[in-house]
């Protein structure tokens, strides 16, 4: 068995960490998720010098402090896994920023390797680094690396297998001056518990005069608990003494002579050449962050991401949905076949759950180029721009620069989708906007709501669509900014936050390699993760419009309709050269036989496509092939044709007619009408509760469950907006009870698979079940308030909704006025004590 050697990658965001693990590792990598956290977990695994390499590619990180969620995994999983060697990878081109993360882990007492990674951006701002003398200053071993050109690899390999099996190296330790006789004392204390934890007495006691509250927890969880307590106290009391003599905190000492080495270093080891002018990055920014060009290119840039990857890539889809189509077919064709009126629980079972995987498979053209575009974005370096440029306003409602994109691809306007919208919230580094961007992205307007809106608009609003359609996009903003600043200062108020870092990296040309592999990483958590919960899911959905079924008296009479279809169809056949199969042993596979044609050729693809369909029935069944395609001067098979295509009508009326009662009388039915009571005041009877209700399998389903709950009779021949207009509802169907569907809709919880995207980003049931209540009580209570009050002073739907929004552009408009005289107030406190120190 061969050696294996623990390796970490540590770094800074935007030094190419991830590009060199990629290059040290290959294509062996799994992605996963640090236990209890969202936070990815990219290992990979190689070979070399006869060892087996197992590398970890820890979350980015500016220190090793705990400040930040990216922070906090990576220290833990220093001090708890304690690998072997830890690289530290830095930018070259950016130095005097990296090494200050390098000292902390030299206090940890790691045995590491630099990794001076960009050297090729280095080289361009003329810098010249004394590596040799580099390294024997801080005694580590120091290799050059290009990670984007794969520079370096061999000697970084060969520097991570010598680290490993060479003996700890006496590092030199930076002085803090006055704070040492401190660190001494803590450090005798602690000596003892150091060896339990295999880490230095002296970073130990380093952090415990930071008072640091997770250094605070280990000593707890590796010694007497009173102790720890007691050490803690000890340490704060040592510290405020600290501050009283020396004017700043022991953090901010040691923050001080850390950069005052920092400084000694570059001024000994790095030397800058001539000045070759303005560097490139400087050129871009002068045209991208311009006060009045800036907006423009985010715009620019966003709606081009939004066009190439919902609207091109939804093009995709009419390319990829066909294979999809196949492989419900086959799915079918395994499957026991169709009943005449009723179809084998196996097999409505089975087509629901390749539905309901379809549906989540159709999205994958999509997700591969927007995750390809978002990781063009941060390996470019512009997407820290964008949170630079709208961070000064979202941040006014608890939202993160990085919010706009989350919002963007959820539908800001009109056709996006809620499930990349919130996958993209990956990236917000602040966890409570990152949790409030969550929440406000499903009320975004998706692609999926716009046909109810259509629906409604045509009905009731036809003179008045344009201004709507406004309505309804802008006030979806509003909305999700007023309900991320009230949940920000409840529910979320004691959500981690961190200190708002903002780097604006040097621009960089992402590689294809590492754009195509994060952009199949991430499709397939997105597959893994949300497939195996949306089918459990479905399977519940499923049971509950199931269940308890049809009475037996409607049952039979639902049969004697279909018994009498069969006569009429056997009866019409008599004489007919292909009476004998009609037979009632016939009837069945011929009729599923009719109907399996019809839905194929929907699916072929032009004239090759209906030629193989039609190659395929014809050796299906060489008997029934005639009642679906006549030959040529067979008048028996053209009659034969037409009866079966009568029957195949009576039968789809008679199952429609069954769905509809079924629907009805189904536990979901049941829950629909049981909600009347609430939902009366605004407006909804229980077919309006069944349609929302099941709208949130998929958001489609609404408009679909209306048109069979308002069926029309046989000799109507009405549009669902006709039948919709004309059916009394509760208080009578108004515009102003659309208005009320309009607000509720909008505001209405996500669909399964968005609440399955919020279980997956949160890691929690408990944020999923919020995301469904939270947003249910908010759309009733909004629609009965606005329904009620129309009501009582007699106001038309437009009037209502006019009120309604210009209310809420108000209370936005005081809100962000409000929090940013708050924030103001806050930086000159900030200022005020900076000039007493």
């Not at 969620?69 to 220093?78: I, M, P, T, W, Y």
């Not at 680290?163 to 002085?175: F, L, P, V, W, Y």
């Not at 053209?365 to 941060?378: C, N, Q, R």
């Amino acid at each position: 068995m061969s050696e294996q050697i623990k390796v970490a990658l540590v770094g800074q965001q935007n030094a190419g960490k991830s590009t060199l693990f990629n290059l040290l590792t290959g294509a062996r990598q799994h992605v996963a998720n640090y236990p209890g956290v969202t936070v990815d977990k990219k290992y990979g695994r190689y070979n070399f010098g006869g060892a087996l390499i197992v590398a970890v590619d820890l979350p980015g990180t500016y220190s090793l402090t705990s400040f930040s969620l990216e922070e906090r995994v990576a220290r833990e999983f220093l001090i708890k896994e304690r690998p072997d060697v830890a690289v530290n990878v830095v930018d070259a081109s950016n130095l005097r920023r990296s090494l200050h993360l390098t000292f902390q882990m030299l206090e940890m007492g790691l045995k590491s390797v630099l990794a001076l990674n960009m050297m090729d951006m280095a080289n361009k701002r003329s810098l010249t680094i004394d590596v040799q003398g580099l390294a024997k200053e801080l005694g580590l071993v120091v290799v050059e690396t290009i990670g984007s050109k794969g520079v370096g690899r061999d000697a970084l390999r060969l520097a991570i297998n010598e680290e490993s099996r060479c003996a700890g190296k006496s590092r030199q330790e930076i002085d803090y001056g006055s704070l040492e006789p401190m660190i001494a004392e803590f450090s005798l204390n602690l000596r003892t518990v150091a060896q339990q934890v295999q880490l230095p007495a002296r970073w130990l006691a380093i952090k415990l005069l930071e008072e640091d509250s997770q250094v605070t927890a280990l000593l707890e969880e590796s010694g007497d608990i009173g102790w720890a307590e007691a050490l803690s106290q000890k340490a704060a009391k040592m510290s405020g003494r600290f501050f009283e003599e020396e004017g700043l905190s022991v953090s901010d000492h040691i923050i001080t002579v850390r950069d005052q080495r920092v400084s000694n270093l570059m001024d000994c080891y790095v030397q800058r050449g001539e000045d070759s002018g303005e560097s490139t990055t400087n050129k871009i920014d002068r045209f991208v962050l311009n006060r009045w060009a800036a907006p423009l290119f985010l715009v620019f840039t966003v709606y081009m991401i939004y066009q190439i990857s919902i609207v091109w890539g939804y093009e995709l889809t009419n390319h990829t949905w066909p294979f999809l189509a196949k492989f419900r077919e086959l799915v079918a064709g395994v499957l026991p076949s169709a009943g005449f009126l009723e179809d084998p629980y196996t097999r409505s079972m089975g087509l629901w759950l390749v539905d309901s995987a379809n549906t989540l498979l159709n999205y994958v053209p999509i997700f591969l180029i927007l995750f390809a575009l978002i990781a063009i974005l941060e390996d470019s370096g512009y997407m820290a721009r964008i949170a630079f440029i709208l961070d000064k306003v979202l941040h006014r409602f608890g939202l993160h620069g990085q919010s706009t994109l989350p919002l963007i691809l959820g539908g800001v306007f009109a056709g996006g989708c809620a499930v990349p919208g919130i996958m993209a919230t990956k990236g917000i580094p602040d966890n409570r906007a990152r949790m409030a961007t969550i929440f406000a992205v499903p009320f975004m307007n998706c692609l999926a709501k716009v046909p109810l809106y259509t629906l409604l608009l045509g009905i009731f609003f036809f003179e008045n669509k344009s201004l709507m359609m406004f309505y309804i996009s802008t006030m979806t903003i509003i909305f999700a900014m007023l309900v991320s600043k009230l949940l920000t200062i409840t529910v979320l108020k004691g959500e981690e936050t961190s200190p708002f870092v903002m780097e604006l990296p040097a621009y960089h040309l992402p590689t294809l390699g590492g754009v195509l592999r994060r952009s199949l990483e991430r499709t397939w958590i997105y597959l893994k993760k949300v497939g195996t919960i949306v089918v459990a899911v479905a399977i519940v959905i499923f049971s509950l419009l199931q269940f308890p079924g049809l009475s037996e008296d409607h049952l039979n009479g639902f049969k004697a309709e279909g018994i009498a279809a069969i006569v009429k169809f056997q009866e019409g056949m008599t004489g007919n050269a292909y009476q004998s199969l009609t037979s009632d042993e016939h009837i069945v596979p011929l009729i599923n036989f009719y109907t399996d044609y019809k839905r194929a050729k929907l699916n072929a693809g032009g004239a090759a496509g209906s030629k193989a369909v039609n190659e395929a029935f014809m050796a299906r069944n060489a008997s029934y092939y005639p009642f679906i395609k006549a030959p040529k001067g067979d008048k028996d098979a053209k009659k034969a044709g037409r009866s079966l295509k009568k029957l195949a009508k009576a039968r789809k009326s008679i199952r429609r007619q069954m769905k509809e009662e079924r629907i009805e009388t189904s536990i979901l039915g049941s829950i629909g009408r049981s909600m009347e009571p609430v939902t009366q005041f605004a407006g909804f009877n229980w077919k309006i509760n069944v349609a929302l209700l099941s709208s949130f399998a998929a958001r489609e389903s609404s408009v679909a469950t209306l048109g069979v709950l308002f069926q029309q009779d046989e000799d109507q021949n009405a549009s669902l907006e006709e039948r919709m207009g004309t059916e009394t509802m509760a208080g009578g169907a108004t515009a102003l009870l659309a208005v009320s569907m309009i607000l509720f809709f909008a505001l209405y919880p996500p669909c399964l698979a968005t609440t399955v995207m919020v279980k997956v980003q949160t890691g929690s049931y408990k944020w999923m079940l919020f995301s469904i209540l939270f947003p249910t009580v908010l759309g009733i209570v909004v629609s009965s308030l606005v329904f009620t009050i129309g009501r009582l002073t007699s106001l038309t739907g437009i009037e209502m909704i006019s009120i309604v929004y210009f209310s809420a552009l108000a209370l936005l408009v005081v809100v962000g006025v409000m929090s940013g005289r708050d924030e103001r107030s806050f930086n000159r406190l900030l200022a005020e004590q900076a000039e007493a120190k």
